[in-house]
């Protein structure tokens, strides 16, 4: 078996009585683009959290290349080249769109290779007319892309997207699905998305999140085929 | 007027003709005033640097320290007692930096390793300079001495040798000499700070102060980045306490007071916090209007400062400084002078910590 | 054994006087999530309020128990209506607004009372325990601390304010939904929270003797509590006012009373670092 790139065992959170992620076993491959799927409150953003170091787990391991990194602050994980956009758009505000890209790109690249990198991403996203405008003052949707650009400009391995798609109109989003499958060619992916036609559009391999573990994992067509699948998205009881 | 002038100071334009008004106050003050004034003022360039100092680790490290008095006392009393222990003032004048600012990296690592949240860093700041300030306060008696320099309790320390020429204690600064140092060190630090903030260290600092989660989901560790603002301001106001001490020859339990805290809190909330000048500025015109109370018997100044960090909390947060810009914002609308481009730019909101 | 007395004695008043002299400040803290930098102030205010009364004639007890938090609670919740209501959700503001009122109170006070410290004469005489003497108002005071922490407890755990400030501690927009009125919530716990530190200056003021600017002599230990205590209003405050009560009696004894402070600093700092969010963060979790 080859190595993977992202693997979690057994990955437990619990919050009081609550297991918002029970005993996940997840394996992602190098080159991967997995999407996952789930009901709200499955637990795909907790276990954004878990994997990104912002949460430290009740129980379980995450592995990154094969090596355990449990534990380790968000800073450390972010440096072993995972990247994360996160549900709610997550950038500095106050500061003009380049200086967001900069911030990101700075830590991989010193003076002007820094600056090359944000003008590829910029130019990539289409950031260019809003080069110098301030990131709270943009549109959600814009914010978004912003996000994207911080993310991708900081040179990650793996990219963890977060419902990349919510509150984007229709061509944003196919903008959005076309961007993935780009990036997708250099990098892994893991994206969360409750937009059917999104994973449809996008998808190859899906894993389905219900009440924090994995329901079922396989081929997209055969898990949107899946009656268990239908069920949870309708809110009936699984017997999984 | 004064949209113009805050335009000016913008851009390298404005560094230039900054470092020029700097250049010749630094020059012309001491041969324009008479040395009871320059006395007067060289206090208050002490306390802009002073402010400097909270408005660096307050509005750009977005760090809610409300004990700046600690690290000032720690400057003041660090040179007080070296100064009267070793005679030259070549050394203290570095330990009264140096020790602030280990003192601040200690206290820095519980808070910031700690993740506690802005309410709580500030609760601890002020916490730590009222106990400074009680435990100084009853160290008098001669049973509490560091060498040969009794501390003193309420009483204080008297006669605090002066700074001299480097490791020459024979040539103490005159007031003149005690002006340029000041003035100079203001300067210093004024630019130096402008210059670091245009580094990558400094574009960390404002992003950590902006969104911590996002910095460190790049792979930056924000706690060593709030560690070295804090440990930096530190540094400056321990500086600040080393010339405060130098000019009146005397330091009181008073420069640890929460009275201090407050008033340096109150200079940059005045002024502006998320700028470098609004502090300076604050400072002055607040230690103008002490000055002013003290002379008269009717208005107490912890009254009037109260109100005045009631009113600017209540009404006017930004401080001046967010008027100044304001005020160039309508001017550019109305055309007065086109560049508007480079206002929309440099009009960070969010600045307030 | 006498002697053990005395020690026992004097370690339960350290903590009933940092429990009566936090409850207020982790009343609005624990409630409102707002730190009162002016609560050494309304602690001087029930002081002036019943050395005050006192002078005029009204008896030492209803001047301290009864005058002292009625004036303070009212001031708060005209303070509450004038200043704190505008700058809800915005916490540091808050904070920084009551600085500037602790510093306003304190030229107010200064500019009508002047710096002299005024004072009352403890209502209790000594107490013998063997051959040592401990003082029946220090034993008041334990005793009051107990009382004050149960009907508290009695008023958040039983009353429908209580009902209502605990549903709106958990959930303001829910609250309000259920026909709560969040407003009149917020500004009675407020007024109960000054009421408290009221009450405390009350008790304290024919110990300490007040002037001014004593409040600055409190708030430090207050707040120390308070962090160090967490959310849990009660449990909180209980169990950080021991475990200071016992650092500062240790340092006390080892050193003298202002090293004992220094100690309740440094273990509440160093407390911080592991349990950042206080003791009930890990401990009575689920306690008020």
Known sequence: MTEMLLETRALTMQFGGVRAVDGVDFALAEGELRCLIGPNGAGKSTFFK????????????VLYRGRPITGLEPHDIARLGMGIKTQVPNVFDGLSVRE???????????????????????????????????????????????????????????????????????????????????INKTHALIVVEHDMQFIRAIARTVTVFNQGSVLVEGDVADVLRDPRVRDVYLGKKVAA | MIAQVSALLRGHAGTTALALVGLGLLFGLPLGLETYVLLQVTVYVTFAILALSLGFVLGFGGILCLGQSVFFGLGAYTYGIAVT???????????????????AAALGYFIFWGRISDVYVGVITLTVSLIFFSVVNSTAGPQYHIGAAAIGGYNGMPNIPGINLPFEPDDTLDPNGVFYLTMGSLLVCYFGLRWLLTTTFGRVVVAVRENERRVELLGYDARRYKLLALTLGAAIAGLAGCLFANWGSFVGPSVFSVVQSAQILIWVTVGGAGTLLGPVIGSILISWLTAVLGTQQTLNASLVLGFILLVFVLVVPGGIAAVARRARTAAARLGAFGAARRIGREAHPGARP | MAWAGIISIDFLYAVASLILVSLGLAVIFGMMRIINLAHGEFLVLGSYAAILSSHAGVNIWVACLIVAPLAVG???????????????????????????????????????????????????????????????????????????LAAVYGVLRFTRFGLFARGTMQNADMAAALGVHVSAVYSTTFALGAGLAGLAGGVLAPVTGVFPSIGGAYIGKAFITVLSGGSAILAGTSSASVLLGAVDQIGTFATNAVFGQVGLLVAAVVLIRFMPQGITSRFFRRSL
Request: hydrophobic share 45%; net charge negative; charged share 20%.
């Open chain 2, 85 to 103: 222990d070793m005679g030259d003032s070549t050394i203290p004048v570095l330990l009264s930096v140096a020790v602030p600012s280990l003192f």
């Open chain 3, 74 to 148: 009212m001031i708060g919740f005209v303070i509450e209506r004038l200043l704190i209501r505008h700058l809800y959700g915005r916490l540091v503001d808050t904070m920084l607004a009551t600085w500037g009122l602790s510093l306003f109170v304190v030229g107010l006070l200064t500019t009508v009372f002047g710096n002299d410290t005024q004072g009352v004469s403890a209502p209790l005489g000594p107490i013998h325990i063997g051959d040592y003497q401990a003082s029946g108002y220090s034993l008041f005071v334990i005793g009051l601390a107990l009382v004050v």
């Open chain 1, 100 to 182: 967001n890209l900069w911030l990101a790109a700075r830590r991989r690249h010193v003076g002007r290779a820094a600056d090359r990198s944000v003008e590829e991403q910029m130019d990539r996203l289409g950031l260019g007319a809003l080069r110098e405008r301030i990131v709270g003052q943009l549109a959600h949707g814009q914010r978004q892309w912003v996000e994207l650009g911080v993310v991708l400009a900081a040179g990650p391995e793996l990219v963890l997207l977060d419902e990349p798609a919510a509150g984007m109109t229709d061509d944003e989003t196919r903008r959005t699905a076309e961007l993935i499958g780009e």
């Open chain 1, 50 to 61: 878990l994997i990104t170091g912002q949460l430290r787990p009740s129980a379980g391991e």
